[in-house]
């Protein structure tokens, strides 16, 4: 008996030994990558003595004597806090997720390497100036310098997953343009969809799907250009796999600036929200501060592996960007030779396709071939998105030269609006409305995009067996879309259609509906004069101006209707409701349980489940929901499974609103009061590995769940998809509000924090104050820095 005891003991005791060895070892893996911020850190290359000072929240200001410190410490200081997310980006860009995560990931590595990338960034750092290379050089060379420093110390998804970093090269971060132009076009999936649609409704009902330019509110209505003197069965899963890793760049976004004369101290107010996936933690954006005394001080954010700031501010200027809708791909049906599938059809000629042999290293697994094909316009793509029956090659803005590094080099250095719209001439693949505001008192938008000049109705695929649809061109930057020091004191934008229809040439159709951009509009029509508080005040504000739209058309049917008992006691809830989708607004829940119903009605009996996920919530059913609103008739309105009845949208508003009452009724309860908009619409931010639940468990990967307002058609923007209803999955990537007199008073926020590492006290710790619309004020003068900064960081010459 004695000899059991002593042997359960025994084991007892092992059990004990490893669990806490367990725990030892995790907390070992979560934390050895957390810095000291305090440390004071030799470097090889640097010329002289670098201060890092972080603030309370672990935003870092670098001072540095000149550019080659500056970025060298950049890149150190940069991998600290973010270098599984820069591998992560750079593997995305380069087709080489496979080798971290598997087969799974071989139909993503294909379509990117399909993109060429690399080829534009060799383009790219050739025609680049070498003082801009050198600093990318430099910032190269700090992250390496770190991955040497760091050793066995790394990140602790380098251990689950069972690798090392590489050296960081200057490719790295050049391709990080073609990522971003990539991740930012519209056309990839709305003109695909429209095909795969076609095949199923035939191509005059498909035409209904295109948006009507005249519904849009364009932000410059009345814009002519002067002429210009200087002239798989699952592949299709590979382009959404950016978005499940949270790397989704310029998905939405606001912009406005206000001239000195409507501003509170006479000079103009930027102010900034670039709408992008909320979901994923640490969020895309990085903050920082870069000083070299007498000759640089600018401040904002960087996209993790590039050494600029993207969108920010220095002492001269403020400048935020949007996302523009430009139809930057074509897609073209070719005429494939039966004899040789490697031949097309152009112009009566058989031409040979371009091939090349793709090699996917895959974790676990041996190597892996697969062949990517190449027309004179682009990859063969019909394989990436579903597409059998036939051959769809495609030409795209990202494949020709652009220099949007170059751009956030000159952006930081710019002194007024002027340097600002120079800078702006590279920047052009990556498509935003640019908005800027000097010191001067100047504001000024501009697009910048690369808009190419082609025939034909470029929002459906076109015939690739002549070269008539080829592009010729793209239309010249000074006759692009731009408004400077307008009589009305304002400019804004909110990716709505960019030139009225006097404006010659053709930018896209697939332009967000201008709600957000006409609530905008109607919130600085209010008053005369802003101050810092009224601009936050516009950026968290939850008024819809697109559910006002949608219940002023459906009220008076919902009003003469006969309805009884639950659904009109909703209906008294919500009938003189203002727009306003706070997260206590049971009405905000109704509109959008109705709103999903009504889209569902009118989309589900055409295209059935499967085929309406192409387009559900997305912006074309937005454009049909547009002009449903707008009193055009639209044949899909028709349920086609009563043939012997002709339906109309009044038809549908009904059974829609009881089948919303009930739907809420089933899933949240008969107590209307337990329908508030917050506890059915909440944001998790979740660690791109949160997905496998132990990992989640054991390393924190999550935060929230949080309360949130708001959708995708207000301001303040919460956005879910229509598949996983009412998850938050996008909205703003950061909130800036600038003030161009006195710096150290704009006012900044982000959704996450600095720290990538989910055991830094720098991870989400800016979420609470995110989602309750609250903001940090920001350090820009080297006084008030060094008055919020318990850190101080010091790298010396080794």
Known sequence: MKTIRIILWTLLGLVLACLVASLVLVRHISYRAIPDYNATIPMEGLQGKVQVLRDTFGIPHIFAENEADLYLVTGYVMAQDRLWQMDLLRRVAQGRLSEIFGEGMIGTDQLFRALRIEDKSNLIMVRTEPEIMACIRAFSEGVNRYIEDAGRDLPFEFSLLHYK??????????????????????????????????????????????????????????????????????????????????????????????????????????????????????????????????????????????????????????????????????????????????????????????????????????????????????????????????????????????????????????????????????????????????????????????VPLCPGNRSLMMPGDTSLYDWTGYVPFEQLPHGVNPPEGFLASANNRSAGPDYPYYISSWYAVPGRYDRILEMISEQEVFSMDDMMRMQADQKSAWAGKVMRVCNPVLNAADITGGYLAAYDRIHAWDGTMNPDAVQASLFEVFYRKLAESVFLDELGEESYRLLAGGTIEEGVMDRILEGQEISWCDDVSTPDTSESFRDLVVPAWKEAVDWLAENYGPDMETWKWGDLHTLTMKHALASVKFLNRVFRLERGPYRAGGADHTVCAYTWSALNPFAVTNGASQRHVYNLLDPDDSRIIMPTGVSGIPASNFFCNQSDRYMKNQYLSESFTREKVERNAPYLETFIPR
């Open 165 to 450: 970093p590489e050296p960081w090269l200057p490719l790295h971060t050049v391709n990080l343009i073609g990522y971003m132009s990539w991740s930012s076009s519209s056309s990839w999936g709305n003109e695909t969809t429209l095909y795969r649609i076609s095949r199923l409704v035939g191509e005059e009902k498909t035409s209904e799907l295109i948006p009507d330019p005249d519904l849009q509110t364009p932000i410059f209505p009345d814009f002519v250009p002067m002429k210009d003197s200087r002239s798989g069965p699952d592949m299709q899963r590979a382009s959404e796999v950016i978005r499940e890793l949270g790397l989704q760049v310029f998905m939405g976004s606001n912009n406005w600036a206000v001239s000195g004369r409507r501003s509170f101290n006479g000079v103009p107010i930027v102010c900034n929200d670039m709408h992008l996936q909320l979901n994923i933690a640490p969020g895309i954006w990085y903050q920082m501060h870069q000083v070299i005394p007498g000759k640089l001080n600018v401040s904002g954010i960087v996209l993790p592996g590039t050494p600029f700031i993207n969108v920010g501010h220095n002492d001269s200027i403020a400048w935020g960007m949007t996302y523009v809708s430009v139809d930057d791909i074509d897609f073209y049906l070719e005429t494939i030779n039966p004899s040789d599938t490697n031949q097309y059809l152009l112009d009566g000629k058989w031409m040979d396709m371009e091939t090349r042999v793709e090699t996917f290293r895959v974790k676990g697994g041996e190597r892996v071939t697969r062949i990517n094909r190449f027309t004179h316009r682009g990859p063969v793509i019909s394989y990436f998105r579903g597409i059998g029956d036939r051959v769809v090659s495609m030409r795209w803005t990202g494949n020709d030269y652009s220099n949007e590094i170059r751009t956030a080099y000159l952006l930081d250095r710019a002194r007024n609006i002027h340097d600002f719209a120079e800078a702006l001439r590279t920047w052009t693949t990556i498509s935003t409305n640019s908005v800027c505001g000097d010191a001067a008192g100047n504001i000024a938008l501009y697009v910048a995009a690369e």
